[in-house]
């Protein structure tokens, strides 16, 4: 009943771009602070970005900072993140989470503690090389 959804990820060159989506089934989506999220072969699950509920702030993650972009589309219940200039180091399973707990008019990379969030999306693999 209560879904994420995860789309958009596949194989793509280095310096290519794939814009990933997040859709929401069951609950509305604008309420939630939303984050992504992505793992690595043989790392732990590591912050990329978040959008709060309150005021759509937003942050991102030193290793994507300048290259993603992460908004919403509340009409489609829907948070997206556009990836650019995508290199190897960014092949991951990419996932979507969704958090009630997080609040304040800020955010910080203390938005990107796994233990925040609620739901989980399956995940959608992207893969970069040539």
């Known amino acids: 009943q209560v879904q994420l959804v995860e789309s958009g990820g596949g194989l793509v060159q280095p310096g290519g771009s794939l814009r990933l989506s997040c859709t929401a089934s069951?609950?509305?989506?604008?309420?939630?602070?939303i984050g992504w999220f992505r793992e690595a072969p043989g790392k732990e699950r590591e912050g990329v970005s978040c959008?709060?509920?309150?005021?759509?702030?937003?942050y991102y993650a030193d290793a994507v900072k300048g290259r993603v972009t992460i908004s919403r589309d509340n009409a489609k219940n829907t948070v997206y993140l556009q990836v650019n200039s995508l290199k190897p180091e960014d092949t991951a399973v990419y996932y979507c989470?969704?958090?009630?707990?997080?609040?304040?008019?800020?955010?910080?990379?203390?938005?990107?503690?796994?233990?925040?969030?609620?739901?989980w999306g399956q995940g959608t693999q992207v893969t970069v090389s040539s």
């Open positions: 989470a969704a958090s009630n707990r997080i609040t304040g008019q800020t955010i910080d990379s203390m938005a990107m503690i796994t233990g925040w969030y609620d739901y």
């Open positions: 069951g609950f509305i989506l604008e309420y939630y602070t």
């Open positions: 959008i709060s509920s309150s005021n759509n702030s937003t």
